[in-house]
Structure formats: C-alpha cells, structure tokens
C-alpha cells in the first residue's frame, strides 16, 4: 500500500496519532529538534497506517521512517516493525524514534479500543 497523495482524501475512519520523545543531548538532532514528533494516520477498519510522518529534517532518514511505516498493520502489536527498524537503520536518534512511534501505537490502541475495532494484544 503507498502513500496518500495531498489531495486525496484519508479514509472515512481514519484517526492521527501523535508521539514524541525527546532526543539525545549532544546529536545533531538535538541542535534542531529537543524532541521527535512521530505522526500516524491509520483506518480504524483495517488498522493499517496509511500515512506517516516524522519531524527530522534530512529527506532520506524521513523517507525511510516514513515508507518502513506505511502499510504496516497494527492488530498484531510493533515489535517486529521496532525489531526490523533497529537492524535497518542507524542514526543517533533512532530509540527517540522508536518511543515515539510505541507512544504513537499506544494512542491508536486507546481510540480503537474505545471504538471496537481492534483485537486485544
């Protein structure tokens, strides 16, 4: 599955999660952002991101971030999706990454539960 385009629209119940974690003192990261802020937009009837950002600037760490994320089914739980982001990519604020995505699972878990449409991980 790929990415939305801008001017398409998301599908009808689809939710936006956000999560952040703050990022190691002394990385380049750090110099621009404290923190990283992962975004998720995922259907509530099929659990799949369907959209993804990340608020690091440099366009090729962004781009995989973001095409690692899209697609990824989220019934199941993220330690694979974490387990296969730590051996494929490298960079100094990988585990804020990585936080802020489980914050990001942990907010999509709460608003499917409260609308039913998940199974219990």
Same mark, same amino acid.
């Not at 990340?54 to 090729?60: A, G, P, Q, S």
């Not at 608003?111 to 991980?121: F, G, L």
């Given at each position: 599955?790929?990415?939305? &385009?801008?001017?398409?629209?998301?599908?009808?119940?689809s939710?936006? *999660? /956000?999560?952040? #974690?703050?990022?190691?003192?002394?990385? #380049?990261?750090?110099e621009?952002?404290?923190?990283?802020?992962? %975004? =998720?937009?995922?259907? =509530?009837e %099929?659990?799949? @991101?369907? $959209? /993804?950002g990340?608020?690091? $600037?440099? $366009? *090729?760490i962004?781009? +995989?971030l973001?095409? &690692?994320?899209?697609?990824?089914? =989220?019934? !199941?739980?993220?330690?694979?999706?974490?387990?296969s @982001?730590?051996?494929? #990519?490298? +960079?100094? /604020?990988?585990?804020? +990454?990585?936080?802020a +995505?489980?914050?990001?699972?942990e907010?999509? @878990?709460e608003? #499917?539960?409260? !609308?039913? %449409?998940? &199974?219990?991980?």
């Open positions: 599955m790929g990415a939305y &385009k801008m001017d398409e629209q998301y599908p009808p119940k939710v936006l *999660v /956000a999560g952040y #974690a703050q990022v190691p003192k002394g990385s #380049a990261n750090y621009q952002h404290k923190v990283i802020v992962v %975004t =998720l937009v995922v259907d =509530l %099929t659990s799949i @991101i369907v $959209d /993804a990340v608020n690091i $600037d440099w $366009d *090729v962004n781009k +995989f973001r095409s &690692k994320a899209i697609g990824l089914q =989220l019934d !199941n739980g993220i330690e694979g999706y974490v387990q @982001i730590r051996s494929m #990519a490298s +960079f100094s /604020a990988i585990e804020s +990454f990585i936080q +995505f489980k914050i990001c699972y907010r999509y @878990i608003i #499917a539960s409260k !609308n039913k %449409t998940i &199974k219990q991980v």
